[in-house]
């Protein structure tokens, strides 16, 4: 007898490709298929089928106080009183761009989008414009979104479906992008002598999060900040997932290092759909009406998704969960490496805040090659394992684990009782 999530998977096959509206959806790499979600609150996920799950993906990221808080749902709803979009300025915008640039550090002005792909392909065409220079280093395994220009040895859904470097990129496009190793100064300084006064900006995601969780050596994006400044190169930071997760002003704020322009996303938008842009107005300028380079958007700063990202900001400043988050994320890792070193396991668990990610591998992971080194087959068996005891990790080893607001002392250890069984069976 199929479940209603296999019915409605068949269906969704029929109608759309792979029967998911975004690839990582459809659990190619840990197998199986796809639970289809009826209702989430808190942190848990309601299938269709009536399971409820204790979610570690957060809707991958946005849903940093949980799914459906009051008080962004109300928000929606009286915003929805005064209509869905207009087309015009709305006096949503201007709050919402007084709350990112009060918070993020390096932002002075913000434009608003309506994805993470629209901010960092933005960030792009106006570091390009901004300096007249064209190529642009990323690095292996780093997720900016489906961009042309970044889908090059990206990680996300495009790595786990084994495909780094998508189809449909024009060579001469890829040729504008090098690809570096995360965590290695010296081909930074090596990529900027080779490619001298061609580089427009270097784009990286601080603590990469698209390949697991990488976190930075010591100095290393200082050194990145330093490289950029004395050879005229833009340093953009892609926070649409650190941001505002990883403090209310993400890595710039709590590494101190602070980039030209920076991508957001996700959390900005309550859950409704969003993407941003920030920076120095020096470079922001360059933006069309203003300047050359032309950015646009039907529905950017829609005032739906203002009204839900303006309360989720307001939530993240009146009750400053950062703290306990950290706590709760420090629990869970910990609790899972002791109980994968009691059952002999070797397993990496880099944490920061309330993000980690389970690498199965015999030493730290500083790089995309020793993230595609770990033994993957072994994630694939504890999602499974977890997934059918009521835990919801993302569903590639190639993804990071979040942490709400709701995910409390209770919820940790149940978890970790669920995680123990699962590693018994292994
Ligand atoms: P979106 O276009 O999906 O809103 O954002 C793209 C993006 C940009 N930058 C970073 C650092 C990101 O992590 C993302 C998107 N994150 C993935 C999860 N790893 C979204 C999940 C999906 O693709 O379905």
Avoid at 25 to 36: D, E, K, L, M, T
Avoid at 233 to 240: H, K, P, Q, T, W
Avoid at 386 to 391: E, N, Y
């Amino acid at each position: 007898m199929k479940t209603e999530s296999e019915s409605l998977f068949e269906k969704a096959k029929k109608l759309i490709p792979g029967g998911v509206n975004s690839p990582v959806r459809a659990f190619r790499s840990v197998g199986g298929s796809p639970f289809f979600t009826k209702r989430a609150n808190g942190c848990h996920l309601t299938t269709v089928d009536g399971q409820e799950l204790i979610d570690y993906v957060c809707t991958w990221g946005p849903a940093i106080h949980g799914h459906n808080h009051p008080r962004i749902r109300e928000a929606i709803s009286n915003a929805l009183e005064q209509g869905t979009s207009f087309g015009t300025p709305g006096p949503a915008e201007v709050e919402m761009a007084e709350l990112i640039t009060e918070v993020v550090p390096s932002v002075e002005k913000v434009r608003m989008c309506n994805s993470g792909t629209e901010a960092t392909m933005s960030c792009i065409r106006l570091a390009r414009g901004y300096t007249g220079k064209s190529k642009i280093i990323k690095f292996a395994g780093c997720y900016h979104g489906h961009v042309d220009s970044l889908l090059v040895k990206a990680g996300s859904g495009a790595l786990t479906l084994g495909n780094p470097d998508s189809a449909g990129v024009p060579d001469s496009l890829a040729r504008e992008t090098i690809v570096l190793p995360y965590n290695d100064e010296q081909a930074v300084e090596d990529a900027l002598l080779e490619n001298k006064d061609e580089i427009a900006a270097i784009i990286i995601e601080p603590f990469p999060a698209n390949c697991g969780l990488i976190l930075p050596k010591p100095g290393y994006l200082e050194k990145l900040r330093s490289l950029c400044t004395a050879n005229k190169v833009l340093l953009i930071f892609d926070e649409v997932m650190t941001g505002f997760r990883l403090g209310i002003g993400g890595v710039q704020e709590r590494t101190g290092v602070t980039p030209d322009l920076t991508a957001m996303g996700k959390i900005i938008g309550g859950g409704l759909p969003v993407g941003a842009l920030g920076g120095k107005t020096e470079i922001m300028d360059y933006l069309a009406p203003l300047g050359p380079v032309y950015q646009a958007g039907t529905l950017s700063g829609n005032p739906l998704a203002m009204a839900a990202g303006i309360e989720s900001l307001r939530i993240l400043k009146e009750e400053n969960p950062y703290e306990s988050m950290e706590k709760m994320g420090t629990m869970l890792a910990v609790g899972i490496i002791e109980i994968a070193k009691s059952h002999g396991i070797a397993l990496q668990v880099p944490q920061a805040g309330s993000m980690l990610c389970f690498y199965f591998s015999e030493s730290q992971v500083d790089n995309f090659d020793q993230a595609i080194a770990c033994k993957h087959e072994r994630f694939n068996t504890i999602f499974q394992k977890l997934l059918s005891s009521g835990v919801y990790l993302p569903p590639s080893s190639y993804e990071t684990c979040f942490l709400s607001s709701q995910h409390n002392e209770e919820i940790i250890s149940l978890t970790l009782e669920k995680i123990k069984s699962a590693f018994s069976s292994l």
